[in-house]
Structures are given as structure tokens and as C-alpha cells.
């Protein structure tokens, strides 16, 4: 996700600095954030959050924190795909604060994925053993794998670029 969010941060400065960045990139990597989100992370998380829940109850709050914090990414992340689909026909967007709301959406990004890897991981780490880990890959949705894989074939400009950087 830190490189995704690099190839927008990349992007947003040629934006912030009077270029005009490859709108079309830009699409493509919102699209495949949008099902990432919904595919993958959405499912994992909410079984992660359960497991540590029934584990640790003392992490409710930061569990239902960082899930009202990914939805508020998610939001964001709409707002910004429908900007991108008026830009790429042609309709007026203010160009500034077009560049203005996708520094604020890769900021909450980040934010959000500190958080996790700051808070929730250390509080999950030592609850969970290898039996464990091997339970939560058992309780993702069937399917998850080989909708990772196709999502290479679906955004090839994308692969590309993270590929070769």
C-alpha cells in the first residue's frame, strides 16, 4: 500500500507543482486501491479485529477506532474517483483542490497505516501464534488469492509502475 501511495504522492506533487500528471495512472491506482479495500482488507481486518477482540477486549476502542478511520478513507477515496472521472471527461475541476483533498487523503492514509502498524499489530503480536495466523488465511474469503492475482492483469499500467520504479 506504501508504494501505491507513492505513485499518488508522486503524481499530487506534479499536480501541486502546475503540471498536468497522468490522470489516467492516477485512476487506475484509486480503482485498485477501491478493491483492494473492499476485497482484501476489508474482510482481513474485520477478521483480525474479531481476533483480537475475543483475545484482548481492551482493544475495542482502537478496533473500532481505526474501522471508522478506514471508512472515512474509503469516503475520501470516492470523492476523489468521482473527481478523476470528471477530469478525464473533460469537466472542470479546480485543479487546486483537487490536489489540495488527495494530499489530505494520502496524509489520513498514512496516518491510518501507522496506526496499525504502530497500535494494532504490537497489540495482536503476541496473541497470536502460527496456528493462528494459518486460522485467519482459513477465514478469508474464498477466492481472495486468485483475485490478488487477477488484479495485475486488470490494472497493467499500474503493475508497471510499481514494477519498475
Given at each position: 500500500?506504501?508504494?501505491?501511495?507513492?505513485?499518488?504522492?508522486?503524481?499530487?506533487?506534479?499536480?501541486?507543482?502546475?503540471?498536468?500528471?497522468?490522470?489516467?495512472?492516477?485512476r487506475?491506482v484509486?480503482?485498485?486501491?477501491?478493491?483492494?479495500?473492499?476485497?482484501?482488507?476489508?474482510?482481513?481486518?474485520?477478521?483480525?479485529?474479531?481476533?483480537?477482540?475475543?483475545?484482548?477486549?481492551?482493544?475495542?476502542?482502537?478496533?473500532?477506532?481505526?474501522?471508522?478511520?478506514y471508512?472515512?478513507?474509503?469516503?475520501?477515496?470516492?470523492?476523489?474517483?468521482?473527481?478523476?472521472?470528471?477530469?478525464?471527461?473533460?469537466?472542470?475541476?479546480?485543479?487546486?483542490?483537487f490536489?489540495?483533498?488527495?494530499?489530505?487523503?494520502l496524509?489520513?492514509?498514512?496516518?491510518?497505516?501507522?496506526?496499525?502498524?504502530?497500535?494494532?499489530?504490537?497489540?495482536?503480536?503476541?496473541?497470536?501464534?502460527?496456528?493462528?495466523?494459518?486460522?485467519?488465511?482459513?477465514?478469508?474469503?474464498?477466492?481472495?488469492?486468485?483475485?490478488?492475482?487477477?488484479?495485475?492483469?486488470?490494472?497493467p499500467?499500474?503493475?508497471?509502475?510499481?514494477r519498475?520504479?
Amino acid at each position: 500500500m506504501t508504494r501505491l501511495l507513492g505513485v499518488l504522492q508522486h503524481r499530487q506533487r506534479a499536480l501541486a507543482g502546475g503540471e498536468r500528471p497522468d490522470f489516467r495512472l492516477m485512476r487506475e491506482v484509486v480503482d485498485y486501491i477501491l478493491d483492494y479495500m473492499q476485497g482484501f482488507t476489508v474482510p482481513l481486518e474485520r477478521i483480525c479485529c474479531d481476533q483480537l477482540l475475543a483475545q484482548v477486549p481492551e482493544g475495542q476502542e482502537l478496533s473500532e477506532r481505526l474501522a471508522s478511520d478506514y471508512r472515512a478513507l474509503h469516503e475520501r477515496l470516492l470523492r476523489l474517483s468521482h473527481d478523476l472521472d470528471t477530469i478525464l471527461k473533460d469537466s472542470v475541476v479546480p485543479m487546486e483542490r483537487f490536489a489540495d483533498d488527495l494530499q489530505a487523503y494520502l496524509d489520513a492514509h498514512r496516518t491510518y497505516l501507522c496506526d496499525e502498524r504502530d497500535r494494532l499489530f504490537p497489540l495482536l503480536g503476541p496473541h497470536l501464534e502460527a496456528a493462528d495466523l494459518e486460522h485467519l488465511a482459513e477465514m478469508l474469503p474464498e477466492g481472495i488469492t486468485t483475485r490478488l492475482v487477477s488484479l495485475q492483469e486488470t490494472y497493467p499500467q499500474l503493475y508497471a509502475e510499481l514494477r519498475y520504479p
